[in-house]
Structures are given as structure tokens and as C-alpha cells.
């Protein structure tokens, strides 16, 4: 079992920053993959970044050169850290992870996070 949870979320200033943060809790576990999804109102819930376990990432178009997504030294928080923020940045943001099992036979597991606001907004 993997608990997430999301913080930083906030209003901030069209050209502002924020950094969110997805704490990953629980027994032992291998990630494949923590990524950053994010939804706004009447919209689909979209990947924004995504980090492997060896480090690889990779970004949504709208984001690149502005958001960057980083794990720390245990490998157990995500962070994705956004700049030069826009209005159409406003969503909520999810964490979700990816994770394998290796009970007997392989299989991948889905967590998600509760999900934490941003709003930016002049």
C-alpha cells in the first residue's frame, strides 16, 4: 500500500512560481513512475510531467522550459516545480504514481494523491 500526498498548491500571479511537493508513504515499494497530472473545470485530467525510476522525464508541451519535475535522494517525494506561470495553468493537480509488485508474479499498481489547487489569477 502507497499513500500520496500532495502540497504548495495556491493562488499566485500570472509570471509567478510555486513548488508542489507528493510525499509517498507506506511498506516497501519499487516505483516505475511518479507523474503530475492536472484537470481544470470541464476539462480531461492531463499528464504535465512524469519522472521514472532511473531518472528520465518527460513533459507536456505546454509546460516545457517552465515546469521541472525532480525526486529526492530516497526517492520517495516528487516535486514539480513551475515558473512563468500562466492562467490556463489553473487546475488541480494530482500526484500518481506508478508502482510494481513482485508477489509471485509481476504487476503494476496506481496510486493517486488527493489532488491540491492552483490558481493563477491577476
Known amino acids: 500500500q502507497v499513500q500520496l500526498v500532495e502540497s504548495g498548491g495556491g493562488l499566485v500571479q500570472p509570471g509567478g512560481s510555486l513548488r508542489l511537493s507528493c510525499a509517498a508513504s507506506?511498506?516497501?515499494?519499487?516505483?516505475?513512475?511518479m507523474d503530475w497530472y492536472r484537470q481544470a473545470p470541464g476539462k480531461q485530467r492531463d499528464l504535465v510531467a512524469t519522472?521514472?525510476?532511473?531518472?528520465?522525464?518527460n513533459y507536456a508541451d505546454s509546460v516545457k522550459g517552465r515546469f521541472t519535475i525532480s525526486r529526492d535522494n530516497a526517492k520517495n517525494t516528487v516535486y514539480l516545480q513551475m515558473s512563468s506561470l500562466k492562467p490556463e495553468d489553473t487546475a488541480v493537480y494530482y500526484c500518481?504514481?506508478?508502482?510494481?509488485?513482485?508477489?509471485?508474479?509481476?504487476?503494476?499498481?496506481?496510486?493517486w494523491g488527493q489532488g491540491t489547487q492552483v490558481t493563477v489569477s491577476a
Open positions: 500518481h504514481a506508478v508502482v510494481s509488485s513482485y508477489s509471485g508474479s509481476f504487476t503494476l499498481l496506481n496510486y
Open positions: 507506506g511498506s516497501r515499494f519499487n516505483f516505475v513512475s
Open positions: 519522472i521514472t525510476n532511473i531518472g528520465s522525464t
